[in-house]
C-alpha cells in the first residue's frame, strides 16, 4: 500500500511530488488558484477545517514555509500551533516518534513536518495513527513537495497550463536542493517542453535526478531562449566544502545579472524559492525588476498549502 495515497486515490499524506498522477497534481494546481483570493485575507472558507487542529512540527529554521503553513490553516479555520523542537523533550531525550505520538493524543489531527534528514517525514507518516495527516515541509536534500506546487502554480499564472510549449532552466546549486527535485518531478508530470538545468559540475547530481533534462555548465548557453528562469540559494557550506572556488567567482559565471537575462525570451519571468542571496546567485535589479516573480510565489505558497490541507482534512 502507498504510503501517500489510500487505497481510493485520495492523499492519506503528502510527502513527495514522485508518485503524484497528473490529475491529482492538476486537481492541486486548480483548487489552489480557486483558493487564492481568500488566501489573501478572505475570511469566507473558515468552516472548512472547524474543528481541526494543525501542529507545525519544525525540526529546522524556516520562514516562508512555516509561516505560510501557519496562515494557511488559519484561512480555512483550523486550531493551528507551531511546536518548537529547540525547548521540547527532545532535549531530554524524547524520539521524535514520542513527540508526535504524544501531540497526537492530544487531538492533533495533522502534522506539517521540516527536517533536516532525508526520509525523517515519512518514517514519522508511517508511524502516525490512521487518520492522522503528514504533510512534508521539506526533508533534508530529498524534497519540498508544496514549493514545487507553489513554484508550479507561479508558472502557469505567466505562462499559462500548456507546459509543453515551454523552456525552463533550473539553475545553481541542484545537487543539494531539495526544491530542485520537487520541481523536476512536477515539470515531468506536467510533460514540460524542454528542462535544462545548469551549473558548476561540482553542484550537479550524479544520481540520475537530472535524467532527461539538458545538461549546461555554461550560463550563457543554458538561458538562450528559456521562457522560465528558476534560480536556486547557493548555500554558503559550499565554499567550505571546496564545492565553490569563491562567492564572487560564482556570481561571474552563474550570478543572474540583467545582462544575462537579456540572452532568454524577451517575455521570460525570473523565479526564487528564498532566502535569495543577492549579489551571490542574483543581482537586485533582476530580483527586483519587471520579470521577477519572487514575490507572488510567495503570495502563491498560502494558496497552494492552503489547497494541500483542504485535500487532507476537509
Known amino acids: 500500500?502507498?504510503?501517500?495515497?489510500?487505497?481510493?486515490?485520495?492523499?492519506?499524506?503528502?510527502?513527495?511530488?514522485?508518485?503524484?498522477?497528473?490529475?491529482?497534481?492538476?486537481?492541486?494546481?486548480?483548487?489552489?488558484?480557486?483558493?487564492?483570493?481568500?488566501?489573501?485575507?478572505?475570511?469566507?472558507?473558515?468552516?472548512?477545517?472547524?474543528?481541526?487542529?494543525?501542529?507545525?512540527?519544525?525540526?529546522?529554521?524556516?520562514?516562508?514555509?512555516?509561516?505560510?503553513?501557519?496562515?494557511?490553516?488559519?484561512?480555512?479555520?483550523?486550531?493551528v500551533f507551531t511546536f518548537d523542537a529547540s525547548t521540547s523533550s527532545g532535549k531530554?531525550?524524547?524520539?521524535?516518534?514520542?513527540?508526535?505520538?504524544?501531540?497526537?493524543?492530544?487531538?492533533?489531527?495533522?502534522?506539517?513536518?521540516?527536517?533536516?534528514?532525508?526520509?525523517?517525514?515519512?518514517?514519522?507518516?508511517?508511524?502516525?495513527?490512521?487518520?492522522?495527516?503528514?504533510?512534508?515541509?521539506?526533508?533534508?536534500?530529498?524534497?519540498?513537495?508544496?514549493?514545487?506546487?507553489?513554484?508550479?502554480?507561479?508558472?502557469?499564472?505567466?505562462?499559462?497550463?500548456?507546459?509543453?510549449?515551454l523552456k525552463i532552466l533550473i539553475a545553481g546549486d541542484i545537487r543539494h536542493s531539495r526544491v530542485a527535485r520537487s520541481d523536476l518531478n512536477a515539470l515531468r508530470i506536467l510533460n514540460t517542453g524542454e528542462i535544462r538545468v545548469c551549473g558548476p559540475a561540482s553542484l550537479l547530481p550524479t544520481d540520475g535526478t537530472i535524467d532527461g533534462c539538458t545538461r549546461y555548465e555554461d550560463f550563457d548557453q543554458a538561458i538562450r531562449g528559456v521562457d522560465v528562469v528558476m534560480m536556486l540559494r547557493l548555500q554558503r557550506e559550499r565554499m567550505e566544502e571546496g564545492l565553490v572556488a569563491s562567492l564572487d567567482g560564482y556570481f561571474r559565471d552563474y550570478g543572474l545579472t540583467k545582462k544575462r537575462l537579456a540572452l532568454a525570451d524577451s517575455n521570460a519571468v525570473v523565479m526564487h524559492p528564498g532566502p535569495m542571496n543577492r549579489g551571490v546567485e542574483i543581482a537586485d535589479e533582476v530580483a527586483d525588476g519587471p520579470q521577477s516573480i519572487i514575490l507572488p510565489q510567495v503570495s502563491n505558497g498560502v494558496a497552494v498549502r492552503m489547497a494541500v490541507l483542504k485535500a487532507l482534512l476537509a
Open 92 to 165: 531530554k531525550g524524547e524520539t521524535e516518534i514520542d513527540t508526535l505520538k504524544n501531540l497526537e493524543a492530544m487531538g492533533v489531527n495533522a502534522f506539517v513536518i521540516r527536517h533536516s534528514e532525508n526520509g525523517a517525514v515519512s518514517k514519522l507518516a508511517e508511524a502516525a495513527n490512521h487518520g492522522t495527516c503528514v504533510i512534508n515541509a521539506g526533508d533534508g536534500r530529498h524534497q519540498h513537495p508544496t514549493q514545487g506546487l507553489l513554484d508550479m502554480l507561479s508558472i502557469r499564472q505567466a505562462k499559462g497550463n500548456d507546459f509543453s510549449k
Open 1 to 79: 500500500m502507498s504510503l501517500q495515497f489510500s487505497p481510493d486515490g485520495r492523499f492519506r499524506h503528502f510527502l513527495s511530488l514522485e508518485d503524484v498522477p497528473a490529475a491529482a497534481l492538476e486537481s492541486l494546481l486548480d483548487s489552489a488558484a480557486q483558493l487564492r483570493p481568500d488566501a489573501l485575507g478572505g475570511s469566507g472558507l473558515r468552516h472548512h477545517l472547524q474543528g481541526r487542529t494543525v501542529c507545525n512540527l519544525f525540526f529546522e529554521n524556516s520562514t516562508r514555509t512555516r509561516s505560510s503553513f501557519l496562515l494557511a490553516a488559519q484561512r480555512l479555520g483550523a486550531d
